[in-house]
Nanobody
Framework: QVQLVESGGGLVQAGGSLRLSCAASGGLFSGNSMGWFRQAPGKQRELIATITSGGSTNYGDSVKGRFTISRDNAKNTLYLQMNNLKPDDTAVYYC????????WGQGTQVTVSS
C-alpha cells in the first residue's frame, strides 16, 4: 500500500528550528529521488528540496542555507531539518517522490510566528 506520512511540524518563533520526517511505504522510496514540498495559504504547492537515492541534494532559493534534506534508506524515511525559520516558511509541508506521484500524505503544518 502506497503511503506517505509526514510529521514533526508545529508552532515555532522566528529564528527557531524544526525537524520534519516523512515515512514512505509501498515502493515510493527505495531507489527514487524524493522531495519536500510546501503549500502556503492561497498559494500553489512548491518544491523546496530534493535528494537523490545516492544523497545528492538540491534546494530552492527560498530555503537554501537554512534547510537540510536527508534520508535514511534503511528506514524508508525522509527528513527536513529547518533552521532559522521565518514567518514566510509558514505552510503545510509534504513529501513525495521526484517526479511526484498522485499519492500525497496529509502533510504537517508548520507555523512560524514573528
Amino acid at each position: 500500500q502506497v503511503q506517505l506520512v509526514e510529521s514533526g511540524g508545529g508552532l515555532v518563533q522566528a529564528g527557531g528550528s524544526l525537524r520534519l520526517s516523512c515515512a514512505a511505504s509501498g515502493g515510493l522510496f527505495s531507489g527514487n529521488s524524493m522531495g519536500w514540498f510546501r503549500q502556503a495559504p492561497g498559494k500553489q504547492r512548491e518544491l523546496i528540496a530534493t535528494i537523490t537515492s545516492g544523497g545528492s541534494t538540491n534546494y530552492g532559493d527560498s530555503v537554501k542555507g537554512r534547510f537540510t534534506i536527508s534520508r535514511d534508506n534503511a528506514k524508508n524515511t525522509l527528513y527536513l531539518q529547518m533552521n532559522n525559520l521565518k514567518p514566510d516558511d509558514t505552510a503545510v509541508y509534504y513529501c513525495n517522490r521526484i517526479p511526484y506521484t498522485t499519492y500525497w500524505g496529509q502533510g504537517t503544518q508548520v507555523t512560524v510566528s514573528s
